[in-house]
């Protein structure tokens, strides 16, 4: 059992930047893979970014490269969203998830353990 508690959210201007970040207690953190997810009023869930146990892999949605970085602290069992140059599209909430495996990818039925999300809000 791994339970997952998502901080950082907030609103921000367009073009700001915030940091989330997604403290993992339970089991040992270094054994799952993470993601993020952000789910808008009225939309389905969407994969975000992702990153392996040991955080030399990471993957993103295209709307978001080259704006948002994934990583990972193993020793804080710590993982984060450093979310720069935020535009009003990227207004959700947002949710961490864990997966027991080496590293998943953007199906959300691969992952076994959600937080409970935090809220991002770009104003234009």
Same mark, same amino acid.
């Given at each position: 059992?791994? !339970?997952? &508690?998502?901080?950082?959210?907030?609103?921000?201007?367009?073009?700001g930047s @915030?940091? @989330?970040?997604?403290?993992?207690?339970?089991?040992?953190?270094?054994?799952?893979?993470?993601?993020?997810?952000? !789910?808008?009023?009225? $939309?389905?869930?969407?994969? &975000?970014?992702?990153?392996?146990?040991?955080?030399?892999?990471?993957?993103?949605?295209?709307?978001? $490269?080259?704006?948002?970085?994934?990583?990972?602290?193993?020793? @804080?069992?710590? &993982?984060? @969203? !450093?979310?720069?140059?935020? $535009?009003?599209?990227?207004?959700?909430?947002?949710?961490?998830?864990?997966?027991?495996?080496?590293?998943?990818?953007?199906?959300?039925?691969?992952?076994?353990?959600?937080?409970?999300?935090t809220q991002?809000?770009?104003?234009?």
């Amino acid at each position: 059992q791994v !339970q997952l &508690v998502e901080s950082g959210g907030g609103l921000v201007q367009a073009g700001g930047s @915030l940091r @989330l970040s997604c403290a993992a207690s339970g089991r040992t953190f270094s054994t799952y893979a993470m993601g993020w997810f952000r !789910q808008a009023p009225g $939309k389905e869930r969407e994969f &975000v970014a992702s990153i392996s146990r040991s955080g030399g892999m990471t993957s993103y949605v295209d709307s978001v $490269k080259g704006r948002f970085t994934i990583s990972r602290h193993n020793a @804080l069992s710590t &993982v984060y @969203l !450093q979310m720069n140059n935020l $535009k009003p599209e990227d207004t959700a909430a947002y949710y961490c998830a864990a997966a027991n495996q080496y590293y998943s990818g953007s199906n959300f039925h691969d992952y076994d353990y959600w937080g409970q999300g935090t809220q991002v809000t770009v104003s234009s």
